[in-house]
């Protein structure tokens, strides 16, 4: 079924040829979401999304510009034409559509809550209630935990990084994070400083407020980018590219 479904895709945009003379593509990047995105320690931007950008422009044959910007300014950045294209882990939300266009998905990951192992706590508003959340601000785990958790009495806290998120987890500022599983596993839980935390409770699922996967989002009158794009991507998952940039970071199917 994923042959077929990028054997169309290929077909789709086969004649697109060169619609857009590009020499670059600036996308907008939040270093701050390990192993999506994050800064190593010599300052150079890492991680699979950054990978995954570079090698769609080298299909394209055009040059990656990597502009750092918060998460929360994204999309006003993109329609200011700071850059091109947000690749940082957006979720495509009904929301965000009405706003800017989406590739094709590049990954599907759910959201996970953690707290220190011995909370005993869930991701419900009645396990949750008087208890204070943090959230990555802009995120759709803030649309999430405010749609559903502050109006049952749990505190929401936002932040413009992941890193602060987790920063007054470990202060014990907040009783709880919600993130990207796969965030909150390789950036946090297998750190040393995760070794007290642990996931509390089962992944959510609520494509209304957290989306159906994740995209590069796109200005909507930059369709010609979006379907150049669209089929780099599909052509770097037919001939394994993507799948050997997921194993690097991912021991599981990350595209899901």
């Given at each position: 079924?994923?042959?077929?479904?990028?054997?169309?895709?290929?077909?789709?945009?086969?004649?697109?040829?060169?619609?857009?003379?590009?020499?670059?593509?600036?996308?907008?990047?939040?270093?701050?979401?390990?192993?999506?995105?994050?800064?190593?320690p010599?300052?150079?931007?890492?991680?699979?999304?950054?990978?995954?950008?570079?090698?769609?422009?080298?299909?394209?044959?055009?040059k990656?510009?990597?502009?750092?910007?918060?998460?929360?300014?994204?999309?006003?950045?993109?329609?200011?034409?700071?850059?091109?294209?947000?690749?940082?882990?957006?979720?495509?939300?009904?929301?965000?559509?009405?706003?800017?266009?989406?590739?094709?998905?590049?990954?599907?990951?759910?959201?996970?809550?953690?707290?220190?192992?011995?909370?005993?706590?869930?991701?419900?508003?009645?396990?949750?209630?008087?208890?204070?959340?943090?959230?990555?601000?802009?995120?759709?785990?803030?649309?999430?935990?405010?749609?559903?958790?502050?109006?049952?009495?749990?505190?929401?806290?936002?932040?413009?990084?992941?890193?602060?998120?987790?920063?007054?987890?470990?202060?014990?500022?907040?009783?709880?994070?919600?993130?990207?599983?796969?965030?909150?596993?390789l950036g946090?839980?297998?750190?040393?400083?995760?070794?007290?935390?642990?996931?509390?409770?089962?992944?959510?699922?609520?494509?209304?407020?957290?989306?159906?996967?994740a995209?590069?989002g796109?200005?909507?009158?930059?369709?010609?980018?979006?379907?150049?794009?669209?089929?780099?991507?599909?052509?770097i998952i037919?001939?394994?590219?993507?799948?050997?940039?997921?194993?690097?970071?991912?021991?599981?199917?990350?595209?899901?």
């Amino acid at each position: 079924m994923k042959k077929l479904a990028l054997a169309a895709t290929l077909a789709l945009v086969a004649g697109i040829g060169h619609a857009r003379d590009m020499t670059a593509i600036r996308f907008g990047v939040d270093p701050s979401y390990a192993p999506f995105e994050s800064l190593a320690p010599d300052g150079k931007l890492v991680g699979f999304d950054i990978d995954l950008g570079n090698a769609i422009c080298e299909r394209l044959k055009v040059k990656c510009v990597w502009i750092e910007n918060s998460f929360d300014g994204m999309i006003p950045a993109l329609k200011a034409r700071k850059f091109d294209g947000v690749l940082s882990s957006m979720s495509v939300t009904g929301k965000r559509q009405e706003q800017i266009a989406f590739t094709d998905k590049i990954d599907n990951v759910l959201p996970r809550l953690v707290a220190r192992k011995d909370a005993g706590i869930l991701p419900t508003p009645e396990s949750l209630k008087g208890k204070t959340v943090g959230v990555e601000q802009g995120s759709t785990q803030e649309t999430y935990t405010r749609a559903y958790w502050e109006p049952k009495g749990v505190t929401i806290r936002t932040y413009q990084t992941q890193d602060l998120v987790y920063q007054d987890l470990l202060a014990g500022r907040i009783d709880a994070a919600l993130q990207s599983s796969v965030q909150a596993e390789l950036g946090f839980l297998k750190s040393a400083n995760g070794r007290d935390f642990a996931f509390a409770g089962p992944a959510l699922n609520d494509p209304k407020t957290l989306g159906v996967g994740a995209a590069i989002g796109v200005r909507k009158e930059d369709d010609d980018l979006r379907l150049q794009i669209n089929k780099a991507l599909a052509e770097i998952i037919q001939d394994g590219t993507y799948q050997r940039i997921s194993r690097k970071y991912f021991s599981f199917d990350v595209y899901n």
